[in-house]
Protein backbone atom coordinates (compact mmCIF):
# COMPACT_ATOMS: atom_id res chain seq x y z
CA UNK A 1 0.00 0.00 0.00
CA UNK A 2 1.33 3.19 -0.83
CA UNK A 3 2.37 5.74 2.14
CA UNK A 4 0.39 8.59 0.83
CA UNK A 5 -2.82 6.26 1.09
CA UNK A 6 -1.16 4.91 4.62
CA UNK A 7 -1.10 8.45 5.94
CA UNK A 8 -4.31 9.33 4.52
CA UNK A 9 -6.59 6.48 6.59
CA UNK A 10 -4.13 7.02 9.22
CA UNK A 11 -5.04 10.74 9.34
CA UNK A 12 -8.87 9.70 8.68
CA UNK A 13 -8.63 7.39 11.66
CA UNK A 14 -6.99 9.85 13.90
CA UNK A 15 -9.31 12.31 13.19
CA UNK A 16 -11.87 9.61 14.63
CA UNK A 17 -10.09 8.46 17.14
CA UNK A 18 -9.76 12.48 18.23
CA UNK A 19 -13.76 12.62 17.76
CA UNK A 20 -13.98 9.67 20.29
CA UNK A 21 -11.42 10.57 23.10
CA UNK A 22 -13.61 14.28 23.06
CA UNK A 23 -16.96 11.98 24.03
CA UNK A 24 -14.71 9.76 26.33
CA UNK A 25 -13.40 12.64 27.62
CA UNK A 26 -17.19 13.60 28.65
CA UNK A 27 -16.32 17.51 27.49
CA UNK A 28 -15.48 17.66 31.20
CA UNK A 29 -14.67 21.37 32.08
CA UNK A 30 -11.90 23.18 31.32
CA UNK A 31 -11.56 25.10 34.94
CA UNK A 32 -12.46 22.29 36.72
CA UNK A 33 -9.80 23.08 39.66
CA UNK A 34 -6.43 22.18 40.39
CA UNK A 35 -5.66 18.84 37.96
CA UNK A 36 -3.58 15.78 38.74
CA UNK A 37 -0.90 16.94 36.22
CA UNK A 38 -0.92 20.58 37.90
CA UNK A 39 -0.43 18.95 41.16
CA UNK A 40 2.42 17.09 40.01
CA UNK A 41 3.94 20.53 37.92
CA UNK A 42 3.29 22.56 41.08
CA UNK A 43 6.50 22.30 42.32
CA UNK A 44 8.06 24.09 39.45
CA UNK A 45 5.55 26.90 39.68
CA UNK A 46 4.10 29.29 37.01
CA UNK A 47 7.89 31.26 36.93
CA UNK A 48 9.23 28.73 35.55
CA UNK A 49 7.00 27.11 33.42
CA UNK A 50 6.79 31.06 31.92
CA UNK A 51 10.11 30.66 30.53
CA UNK A 52 9.64 27.05 29.45
CA UNK A 53 6.70 27.24 27.31
CA UNK A 54 7.22 30.94 26.05
CA UNK A 55 11.02 30.63 25.17
CA UNK A 56 11.04 28.04 22.81
CA UNK A 57 9.63 30.10 20.37
CA UNK A 58 9.83 33.84 21.66
CA UNK A 59 11.16 36.20 24.37
CA UNK A 60 9.19 35.90 27.47
CA UNK A 61 7.39 39.60 27.69
CA UNK A 62 7.15 41.06 31.12
CA UNK A 63 4.07 40.49 33.22
CA UNK A 64 3.24 43.94 33.68
CA UNK A 65 3.08 44.31 29.83
CA UNK A 66 -0.93 43.47 30.01
CA UNK A 67 -3.31 43.75 32.27
CA UNK A 68 -4.96 40.76 34.34
CA UNK A 69 -7.72 40.80 31.81
CA UNK A 70 -5.56 41.05 28.40
CA UNK A 71 -3.42 38.21 30.31
CA UNK A 72 -6.68 36.24 29.84
CA UNK A 73 -7.17 36.85 26.24
CA UNK A 74 -3.22 36.49 25.61
CA UNK A 75 -3.19 33.06 27.22
CA UNK A 76 -6.06 31.57 25.93
CA UNK A 77 -4.64 32.63 22.45
CA UNK A 78 -1.45 30.94 23.40
CA UNK A 79 -3.16 27.65 24.73
CA UNK A 80 -4.94 27.37 21.29
CA UNK A 81 -1.75 28.39 19.11
CA UNK A 82 1.15 26.74 20.93
CA UNK A 83 -0.33 23.70 22.25
CA UNK A 84 0.16 24.65 25.46
CA UNK A 85 -1.23 22.02 28.31
CA UNK A 86 -4.36 23.02 30.16
CA UNK A 87 -2.37 22.83 33.62
CA UNK A 88 0.53 25.09 32.28
CA UNK A 89 -1.67 28.06 30.86
CA UNK A 90 -3.51 27.98 34.25
CA UNK A 91 0.14 27.82 36.17
CA UNK A 92 1.74 30.60 34.00
CA UNK A 93 -1.44 32.77 33.87
CA UNK A 94 -1.53 32.44 37.81
CA UNK A 95 1.81 33.95 37.93
CA UNK A 96 1.56 36.66 35.36
CA UNK A 97 -1.35 38.07 37.60
CA UNK A 98 0.57 37.48 40.37
CA UNK A 99 3.84 39.79 39.33
CA UNK A 100 1.59 41.89 37.36
CA UNK B 1 -26.00 64.03 71.51
CA UNK B 2 -23.32 62.25 73.97
CA UNK B 3 -19.96 61.33 72.84
CA UNK B 4 -19.03 58.22 73.29
CA UNK B 5 -15.90 59.71 74.78
CA UNK B 6 -18.17 61.43 77.91
CA UNK B 7 -19.95 58.23 78.66
CA UNK B 8 -17.03 57.23 81.07
CA UNK B 9 -17.27 61.04 82.76
CA UNK B 10 -21.05 60.50 82.96
CA UNK B 11 -21.18 57.16 84.50
CA UNK B 12 -18.15 58.01 86.78
CA UNK B 13 -20.34 61.08 87.86
CA UNK B 14 -23.47 58.83 88.44
CA UNK B 15 -21.37 56.54 90.85
CA UNK B 16 -20.10 59.45 92.54
CA UNK B 17 -23.68 61.23 92.93
CA UNK B 18 -24.44 57.35 94.10
CA UNK B 19 -21.57 57.67 96.24
CA UNK B 20 -22.79 60.83 97.82
CA UNK B 21 -26.31 60.02 98.08
CA UNK B 22 -25.26 56.50 100.31
CA UNK B 23 -21.86 58.45 102.20
CA UNK B 24 -24.00 60.59 104.38
CA UNK B 25 -26.08 57.65 105.97
CA UNK B 26 -23.14 55.85 106.56
CA UNK B 27 -21.35 58.64 107.86
CA UNK B 28 -24.85 59.11 109.86
CA UNK B 29 -24.28 55.72 111.13
CA UNK B 30 -20.78 55.77 112.14
CA UNK B 31 -21.00 59.99 113.37
CA UNK B 32 -24.61 60.54 114.55
CA UNK B 33 -25.11 62.74 111.57
CA UNK B 34 -28.52 62.93 109.86
CA UNK B 35 -29.65 63.84 106.49
CA UNK B 36 -32.78 65.92 105.58
CA UNK B 37 -35.77 64.47 103.94
CA UNK B 38 -35.27 67.41 101.01
CA UNK B 39 -31.57 67.03 100.87
CA UNK B 40 -32.33 63.02 99.97
CA UNK B 41 -35.22 63.40 97.68
CA UNK B 42 -32.86 66.27 95.81
CA UNK B 43 -30.61 63.30 95.48
CA UNK B 44 -32.43 61.17 94.59
CA UNK B 45 -33.83 63.99 91.64
CA UNK B 46 -29.96 64.23 90.37
CA UNK B 47 -29.87 60.44 90.19
CA UNK B 48 -32.58 60.22 88.41
CA UNK B 49 -31.88 62.78 85.98
CA UNK B 50 -28.77 61.55 85.43
CA UNK B 51 -30.51 57.97 84.82
CA UNK B 52 -32.47 59.57 82.05
CA UNK B 53 -29.33 61.23 80.28
CA UNK B 54 -27.98 58.36 80.07
CA UNK B 55 -30.60 56.37 78.82
CA UNK B 56 -31.02 58.94 76.32
CA UNK B 57 -27.58 59.34 75.10
CA UNK B 58 -27.46 55.59 74.96
CA UNK B 59 -30.55 55.78 72.34
CA UNK B 60 -28.74 58.27 70.77
CA UNK B 61 -25.96 56.36 70.19
CA UNK B 62 -27.50 53.42 69.10
CA UNK B 63 -29.28 55.60 66.40
CA UNK B 64 -25.81 57.22 65.25
CA UNK B 65 -24.55 54.05 64.95
CA UNK B 66 -26.67 52.35 62.57
CA UNK B 67 -27.16 55.83 60.69
CA UNK B 68 -23.30 55.35 59.89
CA UNK B 69 -23.62 51.84 59.42
CA UNK B 70 -26.32 52.68 56.55
CA UNK B 71 -24.04 55.93 55.20
CA UNK B 72 -21.28 53.38 55.12
CA UNK B 73 -23.04 50.60 53.11
CA UNK B 74 -24.02 52.99 50.57
CA UNK B 75 -20.50 54.23 50.40
CA UNK B 76 -19.71 50.89 49.71
CA UNK B 77 -21.88 50.12 47.45
CA UNK B 78 -21.43 53.68 45.53
CA UNK B 79 -18.00 52.44 44.90
CA UNK B 80 -18.46 49.24 43.87
CA UNK B 81 -20.59 50.94 41.17
CA UNK B 82 -17.67 53.16 40.62
CA UNK B 83 -15.45 50.46 40.23
CA UNK B 84 -17.91 49.12 37.87
CA UNK B 85 -17.97 52.04 35.69
CA UNK B 86 -14.27 51.88 35.51
CA UNK B 87 -13.55 48.34 34.50
CA UNK B 88 -15.71 49.19 31.45
CA UNK B 89 -13.75 51.96 30.31
CA UNK B 90 -10.58 51.24 31.50
CA UNK B 91 -8.16 49.71 29.02
CA UNK B 92 -7.23 46.35 28.86
CA UNK B 93 -9.88 44.94 30.98
CA UNK B 94 -12.10 44.01 27.61
CA UNK B 95 -12.44 40.75 26.39
CA UNK B 96 -11.12 41.95 23.01
CA UNK B 97 -7.36 42.75 22.32
CA UNK B 98 -5.43 43.41 19.09
CA UNK B 99 -2.11 42.67 19.48
CA UNK B 100 0.10 41.83 16.40
CA UNK B 101 3.64 43.16 14.82
CA UNK B 102 5.08 45.59 12.70
CA UNK B 103 8.38 46.04 10.80
CA UNK B 104 10.06 47.76 7.94
CA UNK B 105 12.91 46.58 6.16
CA UNK B 106 15.75 47.04 3.56
CA UNK B 107 16.62 44.43 1.56
CA UNK B 108 19.81 44.39 -0.95
CA UNK B 109 20.41 41.10 -2.65
CA UNK B 110 22.82 40.58 -5.69
CA UNK B 111 20.35 39.76 -8.66
CA UNK B 112 17.48 41.71 -7.14
CA UNK B 113 16.27 45.30 -6.63
CA UNK B 114 17.27 46.71 -3.08
CA UNK B 115 13.99 47.40 -1.70
CA UNK B 116 12.91 48.80 1.21
CA UNK B 117 10.15 47.33 2.64
CA UNK B 118 7.05 48.19 5.00
CA UNK B 119 4.22 45.65 6.95
CA UNK B 120 1.70 45.66 9.57
CA UNK B 121 -0.15 42.76 10.68
CA UNK B 122 -2.45 43.29 14.07
CA UNK B 123 -4.00 40.29 15.29
CA UNK B 124 -7.43 40.53 16.69
CA UNK B 125 -8.71 38.07 19.51
CA UNK B 126 -11.89 38.18 20.82
CA UNK B 127 -12.16 36.29 23.81
CA UNK B 128 -15.58 35.29 23.89
CA UNK B 129 -15.84 33.30 27.36
CA UNK B 130 -13.06 30.86 29.03
CA UNK B 131 -13.92 28.10 25.68
CA UNK B 132 -14.58 30.05 23.19
CA UNK B 133 -11.78 32.41 21.20
CA UNK B 134 -11.58 33.84 17.73
CA UNK B 135 -8.76 35.05 16.16
CA UNK B 136 -8.10 36.95 13.08
CA UNK B 137 -5.09 38.49 11.77
CA UNK B 138 -5.14 40.44 8.32
CA UNK B 139 -1.51 41.68 6.82
CA UNK B 140 -0.97 44.90 4.86
CA UNK B 141 1.90 44.64 2.71
CA UNK B 142 3.73 46.68 0.49
CA UNK B 143 3.75 45.27 -2.95
CA UNK B 144 4.49 47.07 -5.68
CA UNK B 145 3.13 50.70 -6.08
CA UNK B 146 0.18 48.89 -3.95
CA UNK B 147 -0.40 48.05 -0.84
CA UNK B 148 -1.42 44.17 -0.63
CA UNK B 149 -4.07 43.13 1.71
CA UNK B 150 -3.95 39.05 2.97
CA UNK B 151 -6.10 37.26 5.68
CA UNK B 152 -2.97 35.25 7.29
CA UNK B 153 -6.18 33.54 9.35
CA UNK B 154 -9.19 34.26 10.57
CA UNK B 155 -10.85 30.96 13.11
CA UNK B 156 -12.77 30.27 16.74
CA UNK B 157 -11.51 27.89 18.34
CA UNK B 158 -13.68 25.85 20.86
CA UNK B 159 -11.66 24.46 23.99
CA UNK B 160 -13.81 21.25 24.54
CA UNK B 161 -11.44 19.81 27.27
CA UNK B 162 -7.59 19.79 28.64
CA UNK B 163 -6.67 17.58 25.76
CA UNK B 164 -8.79 18.54 23.13
CA UNK B 165 -9.21 22.23 21.18
CA UNK B 166 -11.39 22.39 18.45
CA UNK B 167 -10.50 24.85 15.48
CA UNK B 168 -12.66 25.94 12.63
CA UNK B 169 -11.53 28.50 9.78
CA UNK B 170 -8.45 29.85 8.26
CA UNK B 171 -5.28 28.99 9.97
CA UNK B 172 -1.82 28.83 10.20
CA UNK B 173 -1.18 25.18 9.13
CA UNK B 174 0.40 22.91 11.43
CA UNK B 175 2.69 21.31 9.42
CA UNK B 176 6.83 21.67 11.05
CA UNK B 177 7.14 24.58 13.14
CA UNK B 178 7.65 27.66 10.97
CA UNK B 179 4.48 28.53 9.67
CA UNK B 180 2.22 28.17 12.66
CA UNK B 181 4.74 29.75 15.40
CA UNK B 182 8.02 30.98 14.34
CA UNK B 183 7.22 33.08 10.71
CA UNK B 184 5.96 36.35 12.82
CA UNK B 185 8.81 39.13 12.27
CA UNK B 186 9.43 39.65 15.88
CA UNK B 187 9.59 36.15 16.66
CA UNK B 188 11.73 35.21 13.16
CA UNK B 189 14.98 35.55 14.34
CA UNK B 190 16.50 36.78 10.97
CA UNK B 191 14.73 39.16 8.48
CA UNK B 192 13.52 37.16 5.80
CA UNK B 193 12.33 33.30 5.87
CA UNK B 194 13.74 30.01 5.19
CA UNK B 195 13.94 29.08 1.66
CA UNK B 196 11.67 26.23 2.05
CA UNK B 197 9.46 27.76 3.92
CA UNK B 198 8.86 31.36 1.68
CA UNK B 199 5.42 31.95 1.17
CA UNK B 200 6.12 32.24 -2.88
CA UNK B 201 8.41 29.48 -4.48
CA UNK B 202 8.34 27.69 -0.86
CA UNK B 203 7.16 23.84 -0.59
CA UNK B 204 4.64 24.31 2.62
CA UNK B 205 1.22 25.63 2.87
CA UNK B 206 0.98 28.22 5.19
CA UNK B 207 -2.57 28.50 5.80
CA UNK B 208 -5.68 26.36 4.85
CA UNK B 209 -9.35 26.62 5.27
CA UNK B 210 -11.02 24.01 7.12
CA UNK B 211 -11.35 22.19 10.69
CA UNK B 212 -9.07 21.62 13.19
CA UNK B 213 -8.49 19.43 16.37
CA UNK B 214 -4.83 19.89 18.70
CA UNK B 215 -4.20 19.40 22.01
CA UNK B 216 -1.34 18.46 24.47
CA UNK B 217 -1.29 15.52 26.26
CA UNK B 218 0.79 14.92 29.64
CA UNK B 219 2.49 11.46 29.12
CA UNK B 220 4.27 10.79 32.14
CA UNK B 221 6.74 13.59 32.52
CA UNK B 222 6.70 14.24 28.92
CA UNK B 223 3.76 15.95 26.52
CA UNK B 224 2.54 14.80 23.40
CA UNK B 225 1.45 17.62 21.20
CA UNK B 226 -0.69 16.99 18.24
CA UNK B 227 -2.72 19.11 15.45
CA UNK B 228 -4.70 16.64 13.24
CA UNK B 229 -6.74 18.68 10.15
CA UNK B 230 -9.01 18.42 6.95
CA UNK B 231 -8.84 21.34 4.82
CA UNK B 232 -9.34 22.17 0.67
CA UNK B 233 -6.76 20.41 -0.72
CA UNK B 234 -4.06 22.27 -2.35
CA UNK B 235 -3.80 22.60 -6.66
CA UNK B 236 -1.43 21.06 -9.25
CA UNK B 237 -0.20 24.11 -10.89
CA UNK B 238 0.41 22.66 -14.86
CA UNK B 239 2.43 26.03 -16.16
CA UNK B 240 -1.07 27.78 -18.28
CA UNK B 241 0.86 31.24 -16.39
CA UNK B 242 4.32 30.61 -15.43
CA UNK B 243 6.07 27.46 -17.18
CA UNK B 244 8.97 27.70 -14.68
CA UNK B 245 5.51 27.18 -11.52
CA UNK B 246 4.93 24.04 -13.56
CA UNK B 247 4.33 21.00 -11.18
CA UNK B 248 4.12 23.05 -7.49
CA UNK B 249 1.53 22.85 -5.44
CA UNK B 250 -0.09 26.10 -4.57
CA UNK B 251 -3.74 27.46 -3.17
CA UNK B 252 -5.60 26.48 -0.25
CA UNK B 253 -7.96 29.72 0.32
CA UNK B 254 -10.43 27.48 -1.94
CA UNK B 255 -11.10 23.76 -2.96
CA UNK B 256 -10.07 24.49 -6.71
CA UNK B 257 -9.97 20.85 -7.31
CA UNK B 258 -13.13 19.70 -4.99
CA UNK B 259 -10.63 17.74 -2.81
CA UNK B 260 -9.96 17.49 0.58
CA UNK B 261 -6.29 17.93 1.93
CA UNK B 262 -5.45 15.59 5.04
CA UNK B 263 -3.06 16.41 7.54
CA UNK B 264 -0.80 17.08 10.92
CA UNK B 265 1.87 17.52 13.30
CA UNK B 266 2.52 15.06 16.00
CA UNK B 267 5.37 16.01 18.66
CA UNK B 268 6.90 14.86 21.60
CA UNK B 269 8.08 17.27 24.53
CA UNK B 270 10.06 15.15 26.16
CA UNK B 271 12.54 17.42 28.12
CA UNK B 272 11.79 21.83 29.00
CA UNK B 273 12.90 23.46 25.84
CA UNK B 274 13.40 20.00 23.93
CA UNK B 275 10.77 19.02 21.19
CA UNK B 276 10.42 17.41 17.81
CA UNK B 277 8.01 16.30 15.26
CA UNK B 278 6.64 14.72 12.04
CA UNK B 279 4.09 16.33 10.03
CA UNK B 280 2.40 14.98 7.17
CA UNK B 281 -0.16 16.23 4.52
CA UNK B 282 -1.97 14.04 1.58
CA UNK B 283 -4.19 15.15 -0.89
CA UNK B 284 -4.99 14.25 -4.32
CA UNK B 285 -4.40 17.17 -7.10
CA UNK B 286 -6.14 17.53 -10.48
CA UNK B 287 -4.19 16.61 -13.64
CA UNK B 288 -4.88 16.89 -17.38
CA UNK B 289 -5.73 12.73 -17.29
CA UNK B 290 -7.03 12.69 -13.75
CA UNK B 291 -5.63 12.48 -10.53
CA UNK B 292 -2.50 12.20 -8.58
CA UNK B 293 -1.41 12.27 -5.05
CA UNK B 294 0.41 15.26 -3.15
CA UNK B 295 2.45 13.83 -0.32
CA UNK B 296 3.96 16.70 1.81
CA UNK B 297 6.31 15.73 4.98
CA UNK B 298 8.51 17.66 7.34
CA UNK B 299 10.00 17.07 10.35
CA UNK B 300 11.38 19.45 13.18
CA UNK B 301 14.10 19.47 15.77
CA UNK B 302 14.39 22.55 18.37
CA UNK B 303 16.06 22.60 21.56
CA UNK B 304 16.10 26.16 23.91
CA UNK B 305 18.15 26.31 26.57
CA UNK B 306 18.16 29.10 29.18
CA UNK B 307 20.86 28.54 31.91
CA UNK B 308 23.24 30.49 34.21
CA UNK B 309 26.20 28.15 32.59
CA UNK B 310 25.51 29.71 29.51
CA UNK B 311 25.29 32.50 30.88
CA UNK B 312 22.32 33.01 28.36
CA UNK B 313 19.64 31.69 26.04
CA UNK B 314 20.62 29.40 23.37
CA UNK B 315 18.39 28.60 20.51
CA UNK B 316 19.43 25.28 17.75
CA UNK B 317 16.58 24.08 15.97
CA UNK B 318 16.28 22.51 12.45
CA UNK B 319 13.30 21.54 9.93
CA UNK B 320 13.14 19.10 6.59
CA UNK B 321 10.34 19.15 4.21
CA UNK B 322 9.85 17.12 1.35
CA UNK B 323 7.22 16.67 -1.26
CA UNK B 324 6.45 14.58 -3.96
CA UNK B 325 3.80 14.14 -6.72
CA UNK B 326 2.84 11.72 -8.67
CA UNK B 327 4.31 11.72 -11.92
CA UNK B 328 2.05 13.27 -14.70
CA UNK B 329 2.27 14.63 -17.90
CA UNK B 330 2.48 18.73 -17.95
CA UNK B 331 1.12 20.81 -21.57
CA UNK B 332 0.31 17.10 -23.14
CA UNK B 333 -0.37 18.95 -26.26
CA UNK B 334 2.71 21.41 -26.39
CA UNK B 335 0.28 24.77 -26.92
CA UNK B 336 1.97 26.13 -23.63
CA UNK B 337 5.25 25.67 -25.65
CA UNK B 338 7.13 23.38 -22.66
CA UNK B 339 5.60 20.12 -23.27
CA UNK B 340 4.65 16.91 -23.52
CA UNK B 341 6.95 17.45 -20.36
CA UNK B 342 7.33 14.44 -17.39
CA UNK B 343 9.67 14.76 -14.68
CA UNK B 344 10.00 13.56 -10.85
CA UNK B 345 7.76 15.49 -8.87
CA UNK B 346 10.26 15.27 -5.84
CA UNK B 347 11.07 18.72 -4.57
CA UNK B 348 13.42 18.96 -0.64
CA UNK B 349 14.08 22.01 1.10
CA UNK B 350 15.52 22.42 4.92
CA UNK B 351 17.11 25.04 7.34
CA UNK B 352 19.29 24.77 10.29
CA UNK B 353 19.93 27.34 12.52
CA UNK B 354 21.70 28.70 15.90
CA UNK B 355 21.16 31.81 17.99
CA UNK B 356 22.48 32.83 20.93
CA UNK B 357 21.78 35.93 23.58
CA UNK B 358 24.20 35.97 26.37
CA UNK B 359 21.62 37.40 28.07
CA UNK B 360 23.28 36.36 31.72
CA UNK B 361 26.96 37.76 30.93
CA UNK B 362 28.45 40.66 32.19
CA UNK B 363 28.60 43.59 30.67
CA UNK B 364 25.63 43.98 31.21
CA UNK B 365 25.17 46.22 27.81
CA UNK B 366 25.80 42.71 26.29
CA UNK B 367 22.80 41.13 27.05
CA UNK B 368 20.38 43.11 24.23
CA UNK B 369 22.50 41.28 21.36
CA UNK B 370 21.98 38.11 20.02
CA UNK B 371 23.89 36.49 17.07
CA UNK B 372 22.39 34.19 14.79
CA UNK B 373 23.59 31.79 12.07
CA UNK B 374 21.56 29.64 9.40
CA UNK B 375 21.98 26.90 6.53
CA UNK B 376 19.18 26.72 4.46
CA UNK B 377 18.42 25.08 0.94
CA UNK B 378 16.05 24.05 -1.26
CA UNK B 379 16.41 21.50 -4.21
CA UNK B 380 13.96 21.54 -7.19
CA UNK B 381 13.08 18.78 -9.95
CA UNK B 382 15.55 18.59 -12.01
CA UNK B 383 13.15 17.75 -15.39
CA UNK B 384 11.16 20.69 -14.40
CA UNK B 385 11.42 23.32 -16.62
CA UNK B 386 13.54 26.62 -15.38
CA UNK B 387 13.78 24.52 -11.77
CA UNK B 388 16.49 26.01 -9.67
CA UNK B 389 18.18 24.47 -6.29
CA UNK B 390 19.66 27.48 -3.50
CA UNK B 391 21.85 26.85 -0.79
CA UNK B 392 22.98 29.54 1.53
CA UNK B 393 24.89 30.75 4.69
CA UNK B 394 22.60 33.56 6.79
CA UNK B 395 24.58 35.22 9.45
CA UNK B 396 22.55 37.74 11.45
CA UNK B 397 22.97 40.09 14.65
CA UNK B 398 20.03 41.38 16.69
CA UNK B 399 19.56 44.18 19.34
CA UNK B 400 16.60 44.14 21.30
CA UNK B 401 15.05 47.31 22.95
CA UNK B 402 12.22 45.12 24.83
CA UNK B 403 11.37 41.43 24.81
CA UNK B 404 9.29 42.66 21.30
CA UNK B 405 11.22 44.91 19.87
CA UNK B 406 14.65 44.29 17.54
CA UNK B 407 16.83 45.92 15.52
CA UNK B 408 18.32 43.03 12.86
CA UNK B 409 20.90 42.92 10.05
CA UNK B 410 21.85 39.65 8.22
CA UNK B 411 24.48 38.70 5.23
CA UNK B 412 23.98 36.07 3.22
CA UNK B 413 26.03 34.68 0.69
CA UNK B 414 25.02 31.26 -1.10
CA UNK B 415 24.52 29.72 -4.44
CA UNK B 416 21.74 29.33 -7.18
CA UNK B 417 21.91 26.48 -9.73
CA UNK B 418 19.41 26.49 -12.60
CA UNK B 419 18.95 23.50 -14.60
CA UNK B 420 21.27 23.52 -17.46
CA UNK B 421 23.24 26.20 -16.34
CA UNK B 422 25.85 27.16 -14.33
CA UNK B 423 25.85 28.13 -10.50
CA UNK B 424 25.75 31.66 -9.71
CA UNK B 425 26.36 32.91 -6.83
CA UNK B 426 24.80 35.14 -4.40
CA UNK B 427 25.13 37.63 -1.53
CA UNK B 428 23.91 40.74 -0.26
CA UNK B 429 22.10 41.77 3.30
CA UNK B 430 19.02 42.51 4.56
CA UNK B 431 18.42 44.65 7.67
CA UNK B 432 14.70 44.81 9.65
CA UNK B 433 13.35 47.00 12.76
CA UNK B 434 10.84 45.45 14.11
CA UNK B 435 7.94 45.66 16.82
CA UNK B 436 5.27 43.10 18.17
CA UNK B 437 2.68 44.27 20.37
Keep these: ?100 | MIPKSLHSPLAASLGLALLTLTAPVRLSAQAGDTVTRAEYEKLAREVSDLKARLGQSETTQAEQKKDADDSTEELEKELRATKSLLNTVRPGTSRFLVAGYGYAGFDNIKGETPTFKSALAPIFLWRLNNKLLFEAEPEFELAGSETEVSLEYANLSYILNDYVTLKAGKFLTPFAQFPDRLHPAWINKLPDFPLPFREEGGLVPFSSVGFQASGNVPVGDMNLVYALYAANGPSLNRGTEEPADVGTLFGTNTAENGRTAIGGRIGLRPLPGLEFAYSFQNSRVNVDDGTRDALLQAVDLSYIRDSQALRGVLDLRGEWVWSRVSRATYDADGALGFGPLSFDNRRTGGYAQAAYRPSKLEPTWLRDFELVARRDLINQPDGAPESTDERRWTFGVNYWLNSSTALKAAVETGRRTAAGEDAESTRGFRLQAVMGF
Design chain 1, 1 to 100: MKISKILSISGFVALGLGAVAMLAAGCQSANAGMRPHAMAKSAKGGAELWTQNCLPCHNVRSPSAYSDADWEVVMQHMRVRANLSASDTEAIEKFLKSAN
